[in-house]
């Protein structure tokens, strides 16, 4: 996704030990105009797939499950990091290192939002080690839920983390891949995705 | 906004002491279409105000903020609960009593993202006691920037946060108001917002 790949280039900035701050159009700013083009971009690699609700973890999946969510017309279930007052009865939950947050995060998801007839569709802002993403793939495994894809904006591939999803035999993609930094530069893979 | 107090009506569930769950198209599950409506609605009743910038609190401000964004084109700021590990600097800190949380809450937004020479939309999912969206006007009042109007989805106005607002004399607009419980039933307001 040029859009996407130019952005990074622009004003992604590598502060070190492999983490990237996209700040400034994903992470805390958002620009909704590359938000609307992601999201218009997953929704044509999964449309085929007949997703029938999008699962994504708050807080920063929600703004490109949003985006995609309005251009195939599903519903999308954000994962709640804490259980909130509203919700009742016994969530799915499931854990997992947080990389950016240096600690063990939850992931509770309603059963009235995550039934065995679903397709997911499972999206987040990047696949780096897929730590949050497996717990997530657990949470749909424990609902009962089909899993027919997962998507990322920004994959760094050398964490890794795709290799841990290939077992599930599912398309995953992603919008951007990193292959490496080196110093301030940001290395691109230069493959389609 | 007919779509939004018909959804309240049909899928709002009160659930005692004034709290109103509407988790399953705003604040877990998100509809999708009706976010683009809700965005369309305030984008309507605020351009004329020429914001530059929005901003909300994550999580449940995402949503609506960036619907809205997506319909004016200008960027979305949320301020964070937590200092994420690319949040550098000192940033914008604030802290409000959160209703639903049980607990002081952070916002925390960076100086990147909020300058002098911004014209601030603040929207929120709720307002009630206005204790969030008081902090957040006082963290745009902290980076010199003009607010220059507030929204929020849903108001109750029978917990007082409109009153709380006058001050500021700004447009305060809500797409839909509830103005009682009583038992099950939601009573909104029949007034145009």
Excluded: W
């Excluded at 622009?10 to 620009?31: A, C, E, P, T, W």
């Excluded at 590359?34 to 690699?45: K, S, T």
């Excluded at 499972?122 to 949050?132: H, K």
Aim: glycine letters at 8%; hydrophobic letters at 45%.
């Amino acid at each position: 996704m040029e859009a996407l790949r130019a952005r990074i280039q622009r004003d992604g900035k590598h502060l070190g030990n492999g983490i990237l701050k996209v700040d400034s159009f994903m992470n805390h700013q958002i620009d909704p105009v590359l938000m609307r083009e992601i999201g218009l971009e997953f929704a044509r690699r999964f449309k085929h797939l007949n997703p029938t609700r999008i699962l994504t973890a708050e807080t920063s999946g929600i703004a490109p499950a949003l985006a995609t969510a309005m251009a195939l017309e599903i519903p999308v279930v954000f994962a709640r990091k804490h259980k909130p007052v509203t919700m009742g009865g016994q969530p799915f939950r499931q854990s997992a290192e947080s990389h950016t947050h240096g600690r063990r995060v939850e992931l509770l998801v309603s059963p009235e939002y995550l039934s065995a007839d679903d397709r997911i569709l499972l999206l987040d802002d990047f696949l780096a080690t897929a730590r949050t993403i497996k717990a997530l793939v657990r949470l749909i495994q424990e609902s009962g839920a089909t899993l027919v894809g997962i998507g990322a904006v920004i994959e760094k591939s050398f964490e890794g983390g795709r290799s841990e999803l290939l077992d599930l035999n599912i398309p995953v993609e992603s919008l951007a891949i990193i292959e490496k930094f080196e110093g301030d530069q940001i290395i691109l893979s230069n493959s389609r995705n």
